[in-house]
């Protein structure tokens, strides 16, 4: 790196950091709704991404719908965030009924059913919106950068998502850890019969566990269309990188999926400054994968009586 | 199918006059076409042709990952059908399109190609925008004897007796691009970023060599990231890092519009930074938004905004078809070349023998190509213009620059 100034190295320094915190609010923000469906449910949910392609669509329509008012795309961007997660909340309430819930005690039998739903999701979201990705326009007050010194340039749309990031994580950890609801989410996952017996409604409490999840994705999809476009697959993209962190932090553990998504993240981003994308994905994935081998339970282990 | 809607009929009492007057000059024609044309003299070879209809088949992806790209494609080549059958078709034959779809799926390119080819027995083949597709396509093509009309520009390297290439080879983009920017913004340092893909590595091994060796500038970094690839976060700090005079760019799919978005973001704009791109055409300016590449210049053989006449009426028949909101961006073009070029190759031939029609395509000249004057090359590739186009905010683009007529030259010496 030589002929440098200190300066730029510095300023580059900066942005690099920032470079890997915004991508570890984005991994989080996948993940979130997953570490509750299969951290706290143990359902594989193979069809996360679909739901969080549900909540880029129901932006993607807003805004369409709000393009005439005048500052239509401010509130529309403003909005999207309530109405992708109704969007995606009521789906995955209703997917909940007809399906999961009848294969709660068969997880290889869910892989294969949400997987098939997730190929179902996709044709449908083909069949309504065509097979062109979309995106959602973007006010100027999220565009360009926010520039500290001359040569520093901070993207305002990561800023954004991170401020999501931050207030969706505090809501989801108060539900599961200072609400009543989150109390009996726990019991549930701790131990189903008990809870039964002590008069929780199980049943209930599954559904609207899902629905939560799946509409957690909503809003990532809703974020996510104004950084990138979404199209009928879009979704595919995503769910395994949302796997990998739920799988490696630990499933069932909110700060092991915080941990994981920060370390992905930057080792990814790291490497991915020194020798290029798809070397540094590569390297991502063989650390993951060692660290699996010697730590099969993730980075937190959940304490789970067996 | 719905029946083609003249641009220049302004009622439908004038159309119908228009059409009633039509009616003995077609039959007129096709009487003469088959006087003189029996079918078993034009189709020796068990083709789907009778005395007034010739089968072709159109194989893209409807559905899948692809479906997005592909879609143009399928359109402009019904509309050709359409306008070529409202004409009188060919050889007095009206065309009837098959078409199958290849969900993005390269096994089932080869597969629908065999079904075309064995069962439906067509003339022609319209498909295919991947290599991936098309070298999925090429053994069958080549074993059971068809000919295909491919519309993408590729990274070349490749002729077969049994595919006419419409859309540009890698060397027409890049190097007139390239040199564009050396010659008339003065660029000498350049930095390659593209998508992981076959198609990026082997433009930007074209490029390299050509600034490096042929021009004498410097590349400073080349980077790819992988297909779907949504955060651009460090591969931005590395060019700014290096600082180069242009960044030339073949990123595609969902990661072009994180790219230009992410760009953006970070304060990297047509102010202060040039940037040449050979994967973006008006179709995904439709998904990037015009305000994040305004400014920045692509190099290919078509822009929707050429001037020319016969663009005008293209541009006016393809949204009178499929819509006032439709964009046309080069590999659609160039896929409405196709039938075309398929019918002069057949007229010139006589035949809709495969062999004959495959031979008589070399040096068939079209004037009537929305791009302008193109010509097909022995080598099967076109003869065409590069144009660099800069992008406005509205998504479309203003020609700001375009060559003679470069000569396709599908295995460069000293590129490879």
Not at chain 1, 39 to 52: D, K, L, P, S, T
Not at chain 1, 284 to 298: D, H, S
Request: charged fraction near 15%; hydrophobic fraction near 45%; aromatic fraction near 10%.
């Amino acid at each position: 790196m030589g002929g440098f100034s200190a300066q730029d190295l510095t300023a580059i320094f900066v942005m690099q950091g920032f470079a890997g915190l915004s991508f570890f609010s984005v991994l989080l923000l996948m993940a979130l709704g997953l570490a509750i469906i299969y951290g706290q449910m143990r359902v594989i949910n193979m069809a996360h991404g679909e739901f969080m392609v549900i909540g880029a669509y129901a932006s993607y329509l807003l805004s369409g719908a709000l393009r005439h008012l005048p500052a239509g795309t401010d509130i529309a961007v403003l909005l999207a965030i309530p109405v992708a997660f109704l969007a995606a909340f009521v789906a995955g309430y209703l997917i909940e009924w007809l399906l999961i819930r009848h294969l709660y005690h068969r997880p290889l039998d869910t892989l294969l059913a949400t997987w098939g739903l997730a190929l179902i999701m996709q044709q449908g979201f083909r069949s309504a919106f065509g097979a062109r990705e979309v995106s959602v326009p973007v006010p100027d007050w999220l565009r360009g950068s926010y520039r500290p010194t001359m040569i520093i340039d901070i993207p305002l749309n990561g800023l954004a998502i991170m401020l999501l990031t931050v207030l969706v994580t505090a809501a989801v950890w108060w539900f599961l850890y200072r609400s009543r609801w989150g109390l009996r989410v726990r019991c549930t996952t701790a131990n189903r019969e008990m809870s039964g017996a002590v008069g929780i409604n199980t049943k209930r409490v599954d559904r609207m566990t899902f629905a939560i999840g799946c509409g957690i994705a909503g809003i990532a999809g809703a974020a996510f269309t104004t950084i990138s476009s979404t199209g009928p697959t879009s979704g595919s993209l995503y769910i395994v990188d949302t796997f990998l962190v739920v799988v490696f932090g630990g499933a069932g553990s909110l700060i092991g999926t915080i941990a994981s998504a920060f370390s992905i993240a930057q080792a990814q981003s790291v490497m991915e400054f020194f020798m290029g994308g798809s070397m540094a994905k590569v390297l991502t994935l063989l650390t993951v994968i060692v660290i699996l081998l010697l730590r099969p339970e993730g980075l937190v282990a959940s304490k789970v009586r067996r | 199918m719905k029946t083609i809607q003249y641009p220049c009929s302004p009622t439908p009492w004038r159309s119908l006059t228009m059409g009633l007057m039509a009616l003995p000059v077609a039959l007129a024609l096709s009487t003469f076409a088959l006087a003189n044309s029996p079918t078993e003299e034009i189709n020796t070879t068990g083709l789907a042709v009778t005395d007034d209809t010739v089968r072709v088949g159109i194989l893209h992806s409807l559905t899948g990952t692809m479906a997005i790209s592909e879609t143009g494609s399928v359109e402009a080549e019904r509309l050709a059908i359409e306008q070529i059958n409202a004409q009188g078709g060919v050889l007095g034959r009206q065309i009837e399109p098959i078409i199958e779809d290849g969900a993005s799926d390269w096994p089932t390119f080869a597969d629908r190609t065999r079904k075309l080819l064995t069962q439906d027995k067509v003339a022609a083949i319209f498909g295919a925008w991947t290599s991936a597709s098309r070298k999925a396509m090429l053994p069958v093509l080549e074993r059971e004897n068809g000919l295909l009309y491919y519309p993408t520009f590729y990274e070349g390297l490749e002729q077969s007796p049994n595919v006419i290439y419409t859309g540009q080879e890698a060397t027409q983009q890049i190097l007139a691009g390239i040199d564009w920017a050396w010659n008339e913004q003065g660029a000498r340092t350049f930095y390659l970023i593209g998508s992981d893909y076959i198609w990026p590595r082997t433009s930007m091994k074209i490029a390299r060599i050509h600034i490096e060796d042929v021009l004498g500038g410097e590349v400073l970094g080349e980077d790819y990231a992988p297909l779907g690839h949504t955060s651009f976060g460090s591969n931005i700090n590395r060019i700014r890092l290096r600082n180069p005079d242009v960044i030339f760019a073949a990123v595609v799919g969902g990661s072009n519009v994180a790219w230009f978005r992410q760009l953006n973001a970070a304060g990297i704009n047509a102010e202060n930074q040039k940037l040449l791109t050979i994967s973006v055409t008006e179709d995904e300016v439709l998904g990037i938004g015009g305000e994040n590449v305004e400014g920045f210049f692509s190099s290919m053989k078509y822009f929707q905004s050429l001037d020319n006449d016969n663009n005008a009426a293209f541009v006016e028949a393809f949204k009178q078809r499929w819509g006032e909101d439709s964009v046309i961006g080069d590999v659609t073009q160039a896929a409405y070349l196709g039938p075309w070029l398929w019918k002069a190759g057949v007229e010139k031939a006589g035949s809709f023998d495969i062999d004959a029609v495959s031979a008589a395509m070399a040096d068939i000249e079209l004037t009537t190509a929305p791009e302008g004057y193109v010509k097909v090359h022995p080598n099967r590739h076109l003869w065409s213009q590069t144009r660099i186009g800069r992008w406005n905010n509205d998504g479309q683009a203003t020609v700001v620059w375009e060559s003679e007529p470069i000569e396709p030259n599908p295995f460069p010496e000293g590129y490879q």
